[in-house]
Structure formats: structure tokens, C-alpha cells
């Protein structure tokens, strides 16, 4: 429910009554705001609560352009190439920004250097499975996983995204558990798959199982965080389950090509703030288990990306995974 009245459908975001309008001439057209999944899914919500947002600060429409394909890299790449003149941005994801690309031997563009970005927002993931399993804890299923070697299946939204390569995580650190993996073409496919008992298990966001568990058709097991979230206080985290390693997120940045002039840039940024700060959208989206981010600041973000690349290459070349 709370899923479908943040979507609310439309593919254009229209303008509500501008608070602000933008200096100088930019923006004088609609902004195409590219989400490289389909429809439906955690950063496609994120994207339409903020494109609705942006629309009404800039007094442009922004335009929702899914364009899915890759784990996020073929609509991340359509906009490194695309004009630098701000009126095509991104909303990535850890998947465009870091595993994605190291999947890849020749990834089409350069994470660090293609783009400025502006985290918005980190969203833990949550291990679940198909309630018709046996295991009621993550401990249990660890052990049902250890002793069925490559009987139970996996779905992720795609090869290279955060729930494929969290789950690769998962299986390495509770000790080389053998599941195989099965990438569909995005997270709703994903979570219908689990659903129907096609694969076993996967790992995905609160926002968007929460009415599949709170429907008793889906089992969390623990969410992939150092601590409790707000949104599911009573589900214990994977440090508490004996996985402290196990801490995994995807984030969401906002991304405009390298080379955007400077005046633009901070255009986006300074409406990024005012966004990200409203104390209506940050309790929206923290009931969503989504942790907002109001700074807008460039380098840190840069500097985050590029950490979690570090973290994520040995990770990537143990699991022998790889995306061509």
C-alpha cells in the first residue's frame, strides 16, 4: 500500500506550483531523469519521490525514463554519453556506480570519472526466503543451505546487482554455501520468482517486499546492516546472527555526465538538499527502511564509491562472478 501511493504511476513528472525557479536561463525544458531498472522497483520509488520534487523546485517537468538492462549499466551509460548540459541526469545505484563495472573486463564507462554524483539515499538489504522452507532463522538456513548443496536457487534483479552480489557475499562469509544464482530482469521478476517458489531465496529491500512478509509470503531472515532498522525493529541484523561482515546497502546517487558546467551542477545540488531535507520525505522514506542523505556533497560521495569499489573487488574475483 505504501508502495503504491508513492508510485502513483505517471511517466512524466508534472510541475507542482515552483517554490524555486533555477538561475538564468537552465532549466528552460524538461529534464530527462534516467532510473536504468524497470518500473516498480526500490530505485525507481526513489526516483519519482525525487523527480516529482526537482519538478516542482525547478519549475520544469522531469521526464522518468526506465531504461533497464545490465544491472543498471546500460541506462548509466546512456547518460555518461549524453550532453553534459543538465537536462539528462541519473539516478544510479551501487550497481551502476560500483559492481556493475567490475563485472565487466571493459566496462563502457568509468564510474569515477564519467559523472558528478550526489547521494541521496543508502537502503539496507534484507535476506528472505520462500516461507515453504524449513528455516525459520538466518542461523537455520545457513545450515539448510550447508547441508543441500546447490539445491536451492537465488533470484536477483540482474547479473552484477547489489541482491547478486550480496548474496555472493553472504555465501562466502557463512562459509562457501553453493546456491546457484538466478538473475532476472529486475526486482519485481525477481521477487515473483521467490514468490511463487520458482527460487528459494533472495536478497532485495524493505520497500519492496515488506507487503509480501507482512502477507506471510515471504520470510525475512535478517537485515544486512550493522544496525536494526526503524522500519522492522523486532528483525535482527546479520552481525547479530553471527555474519558481521555480511553489511550491505544499495545507494542512490544522483548523477549528471562529467563535464555538466559548474553553474548547473550546483543548481542540482543546492535543489538536492532542499529535497532530500523536507522532513516529510525523510519520515516517507525511513518507514521504507531508506536512510536519506541531505548534504549533496560531490566529494564524499566520490569518496564513498570509490571505497566500496576496494571492498567490492576481491569480493567479485572470489565469487568468480562476471558480466560481459
Not at 303 to 308: D, G, K, Q, V
Request: aromatic share 6%.
Amino acid at each position: 500500500m505504501q508502495r503504491r501511493r508513492f508510485l502513483g504511476g505517471m511517466g512524466a513528472v508534472g510541475v507542482v506550483a515552483p517554490a524555486v525557479r533555477a538561475q538564468g536561463q537552465y532549466p528552460s525544458r524538461p529534464i530527462r531523469l534516467v532510473i536504468p531498472f524497470p518500473p516498480g522497483g526500490p530505485t525507481d520509488m526513489m526516483g519519482r519521490l525525487y523527480g516529482e520534487r526537482l519538478a516542482a523546485l525547478l519549475g520544469q517537468p522531469v521526464v522518468i525514463d526506465n531504461k533497464a538492462g545490465a544491472g543498471g549499466v546500460v541506462g548509466a551509460d546512456l547518460v555518461a554519453k549524453s550532453k553534459p548540459d543538465g537536462y539528462t541526469l541519473l539516478l544510479g545505484s551501487s550497481s551502476t556506480q560500483v559492481t556493475g563495472p567490475l563485472l565487466m573486463p571493459q566496462a563502457p564507462y568509468d564510474p569515477a570519472k564519467d559523472f558528478t554524483l550526489f547521494i541521496i539515499g543508502f537502503v539496507p538489504m534484507v535476506i528472505s526466503c520462500n516461507p515453504r522452507l524449513p528455516a525459520k532463522t538466518l542461523p537455520e538456513f545457513v545450515a539448510l543451505l550447508k547441508a543441500n548443496p546447490d539445491k536451492y536457487r537465488y533470484a536477483s534483479s540482474g547479473m552484477g546487482s547489489v541482491g547478486h552480489l550480496g548474496a555472493e557475499l553472504f555465501k562466502l562469509k557463512a562459509g562457501g554455501l553453493v546456491s546457484l544464482h538466478v538473475p532476472y530482469k529486475g526486482n519485481n521478476p525477481a521477487v515473483q520468482a521467490a514468490l511463487s517458489g520458482e527460487v528459494d531465496w533472495l536478497f532485495d529491500t524493505i520497500g519492496t517486499t515488506l507487503g509480501h512478509q507482512q502477507a506471510g509470503k515471504l520470510r525475512y531472515l535478517a537485515v544486512c546492516a550493522k544496525k536494526r532498522t526503524a522500519a522492522l525493529p523486532d528483525l535482527p541484523t546479520t552481525a547479530e546472527c553471527g555474519l558481521p561482515d555480511v553489511v550491505v546497502s544499495t545507494v542512490n546517487p544522483v548523477g549528471l555526465p562529467a563535464g555538466t558546467p559548474t553553474e548547473v551542477v550546483t543548481i542540482i545540488a543546492d535543489a538536492t538538499r532542499r529535497i532530500m531535507a523536507d522532513h516529510k520525505l525523510q519520515a516517507d522514506l525511513r518507514a521504507l527502511a531508506i536512510e536519506p542523505v541531505a548534504d549533496a556533497d560531490a566529494a564524499k560521495s566520490a569518496a564513498y564509491f570509490s571505497a566500496e569499489r576496494e571492498r567490492w573487488a576481491p569480493i567479485i574475483k572470489a565469487s568468480g562472478a562476471r558480466m560481459e
